[in-house]
């Protein structure tokens, strides 16, 4: 009798910790959901444009005042150097810096939201050997692509930058000179 007491004794402390846990294991669950939608909810884009549509219609030649306008809001600039970034929502933004006089306006986009399952990428090896030998344009790498266009992540006074992202998160940048239409950097990592 005194045995069974024990065995009954576990079994309820067993089944109460169970229980305990349970409950933990599901609070836990639902405190990760909470935070989850959190996150979404700030990925609401503050501005006129998106990253990429933004890189549209700015130009290194606009003003301060004039980006503000296009984009939508004031920019935030540095108390170290002269650059400006408009925060476009969480995990995308606008830079504006200067190499010198020369602007370099730079799109930071989110890579998720750019994958093409289709794009394959030539070997670096074949990439260097087609710099070497006098350059490739944009629509030519685009052929090499299967026709699958870049997104224009960066701009200079003298060139535009594009970007690939593919199935694995590796992303392709290329830069063309604006006068040559000839890509000057390209890599992938």
Known sequence: MKNKVIVIAIAIIFIVVMGILGILYLGEQENNKNISQDTNVNTEVKGNYDAIEAMKHIETSNTIEELNNIIGFEAEKSDYSEEYTWKLDNKNSIVLKYAGDSPIIQANIDKSKIINEE??????????????NGSFTYEELVSKLDGIEG?????TTTSKSY????????IL???FNNESGKC??????
Do not use: C, D, H
Request: charged residues 20%; aromatic residues 8%; glycine residues 2%.
């Open 163 to 170: 970007m690939w992202v593919n199935k694995n998160e590796q």
């Open 119 to 132: 794009v394959k990428f030539p070997a670096i090896s074949e990439l260097r050997e087609l710099l070497n």
């Open 151 to 155: 997104v224009l992540a960066g701009k």
């Open 184 to 189: 000057t950097i390209a890599s992938i990592r």
């Open 173 to 175: 940048y290329a830069t």
